[in-house]
């Protein structure tokens, strides 16, 4: 079973300001099953990225994802007060695995 | 536009059951996986079944094998979660999720369900 580990656990950032969230998987996964959610309170999770770096339709494109192997990450540039929401990677394999999320407050 | 919405949800005793739909609509909804994924309160995202495109494959999660069952009807575009023997710890918001064969694409909204006596 994969897991994924999220660092770090909480974000408190400025607008205007750069966030970098890592995901790091417990073994290495391909980077086509690798996707990124962001979950505002009360809504529902909303897809941002999927394959690693492709921005999912009407994503603004401050938000950005790299990494492969065991390492991703999500990086989010020119922060706005909206940004603020919980973000999850997702792999996409036999159990479809979560991270427990980053909380980012702006 | 694509859209998902589960019902169904609501307060009901251990070990009892409850039935949750998730009407779908603006997409071919046979030609799609789909899934039930769901969060406790203040807790992250828990997958919990997956269901193929004629309801011929279906797999959990271990946390509800043997007491969740996941089902689809094509002719409504609806999926479907039978919970039964449930517990305390199966309170969550329960969404109905779109594979599209990597990621998850569309929820829906999600419907509460809280088991407590």
């Known amino acids: 079973e994969i897991v994924l580990t999220q660092s770090p656990g909480t974000l408190s950032l400025s607008p205007g300001e750069r966030a970098t969230l890592s995901c790091r998987a417990s073994q290495s996964v391909s980077s086509s099953y690798l996707a990124w959610y962001q979950q505002k309170p009360g809504q529902a999770p909303r897809l941002l990225i999927y394959g690693a770096a492709s921005r999912a339709t009407g994503i603004p494109d401050r938000f950005s994802g790299s990494g492969s192997g065991t390492d991703f990450t999500l990086t989010i540039s020119g922060l706005e007060p909206e940004d603020s929401a919980v973000y999850y990677c997702h792999h996409y394999g036999s159990l479809y695995t979560f991270g427990q999320g980053t909380k980012l407050e702006i | 536009q694509v859209q998902l919405v589960e019902s169904g949800g609501g307060v009901v005793q251990p070990g009892r059951s409850l039935r949750l739909s998730c009407a779908a609509s603006?997409?071919?909804?046979?030609?799609?996986?789909m899934h039930w994924v769901r969060q406790a309160p203040g807790k992250g995202l828990e997958w919990v079944a997956v269901i193929s495109y004629d309801g011929g494959n279906k797999y959990y999660a271990d946390s509800v094998k043997g007491r969740f069952t996941i089902s689809r009807d094509n002719s409504k575009n609806t999926l479907f979660l039978q919970m039964s023997s449930l517990r305390a710890e199966d309170t969550a918001i329960y969404y109905c999720a779109r594979d599209l064969s990597t990621h998850f694409d569309w929820w829906g909204q999600g419907t509460l369900v809280t088991v407590s006596s």
């Open positions: 603006g997409f071919t909804f046979n030609n799609y996986y």
